[in-house]
């Protein structure tokens, strides 16, 4: 379907490398919403992604300018407070690709409305003689203006792909087709409130591997971590140790969700022996059968911060399983 002739459009800036030059420091964000447009429309000049009557009016919104790696949890949920104006008919948020799948996937949690969400970015910074920015901010626009967009939850359109926010991971660290997803059909199941103001609670995540010391979560337990996202081996295994501290943490009301390091394919509660996904799991584990740490961390930081206890957690994750899974 065509474009929305005269649809509104917001254009969110938050930084990244779509907004950066390249100077002795390295690349730094400094370009505004208003810099990061005209380049879209120059792209949409040559015909390239942008045609006919496409005459949206674009809202700029420079809500912030930082590289998304250092982005802190109480600026994702300021991300996702921009886009809740209802006055608008879609939004682009520019963003650095690097937790790109973590603001994207929050924004999606609390997406219960129809209107277009879509997150871009790039790959190579403003100042690159083949900067893919300026294509990536006109096609985005293009897709949030597209009535064939609504309904479907916020997607991330970026190097000629739309994927879904929901199971998307960053691929490659110099591709501009950056994007891949654990699955293509997940269930989004939302959150039951708006996001609160004021600072998330705290979450913290670790990749498991051969030696990884139980004190790491021990450490995050006495530091008052709300909840913790452990990325197993294989389907969600680790060393008996890790599962004895997983059990002192849930007895300390420390909410932990298990997932893999794998990038493909289902956790299933398979292995015993001290230290598998079903000893886990008995340990008071909830097991992620899809989302990944990234994402499932995001998930059960936006859950505890907006009240939920662990039998909602699981829920969520349940509810979380495509229906062929």
């Known amino acids: 379907m065509a474009p929305t002739p005269h649809a509104r459009i917001a254009l969110i800036t938050t930084g990244g490398t779509v907004a950066a030059r390249t100077g002795t420091d390295g690349a730094v964000p400094v370009l505004s919403a208003d810099d990061l447009l005209a380049t879209a429309d120059e792209s949409a000049a040559h015909g390239a992604l942008i045609e006919g009557t496409f005459e949206p009016q674009i809202v700029p919104v420079d809500l912030m300018s930082v590289d998304s790696s250092a982005m802190t949890p109480t600026e994702q949920f300021r991300v996702v407070a921009a886009i809740a104006d209802p006055d608008i008919d879609g939004v682009v948020v520019t963003h650095g690709t690097d937790t790109m799948e973590e603001t994207a996937f929050l924004a999606d949690l609390v997406a219960a409305d129809p209107r277009p969400v879509v997150f871009t970015g790039a790959q190579r910074p403003a100042d690159d003689p083949h900067a893919d920015g300026p294509a990536n901010i006109a096609s985005a626009l293009a897709h949030a203006a597209d009535p064939d967009s609504r309904s479907l939850g916020v997607q991330i359109v970026l190097g000629g792909r739309i994927t879904a926010a929901r199971g998307a991971f960053k691929a490659s660290t110099v591709d501009l087709d950056?994007?891949?997803?654990?699955?293509?059909?997940?269930?989004?199941?939302?959150?039951?409130?708006?996001?609160?103001?004021?600072?998330?609670?705290?979450?913290?995540?670790?990749?498991?591997?051969?030696?990884?010391?139980?004190?790491?979560?021990?450490?995050?337990?006495?530091?008052?971590?709300?909840?913790?996202?452990?990325?197993?081996?294989?389907?969600?295994?680790?060393?008996?140790?890790i599962t004895a501290e997983v059990s002192l943490a849930r007895q300390r009301g420390v909410v932990v969700v298990v997932t893999t390091r794998v990038p493909y394919g289902p956790v299933v509660a398979t292995y015993g022996g001290g230290g598998g996904a079903v000893d886990l799991e008995r340990a008071g584990a909830i097991v992620s059968r899809w989302l990944r740490a990234p994402q499932a961390r995001v998930a059960l930081q936006a859950l505890l911060t907006t009240g939920c206890d662990a039998d909602e957690v699981a829920d969520f994750f349940s509810a979380s399983e495509p229906r062929d899974d």
């Open 178 to 241: 950056v994007f891949d997803s654990v699955h293509d059909s997940l269930p989004r199941p939302l959150l039951t409130g708006p996001l609160p103001g004021g600072r998330p609670v705290r979450v913290d995540a670790y990749t498991l591997y051969p030696g990884v010391s139980p004190g790491l979560i021990a450490a995050s337990v006495s530091q008052n971590a709300a909840g913790i996202v452990l990325a197993g081996t294989g389907s969600g295994n680790t060393h008996p140790d």
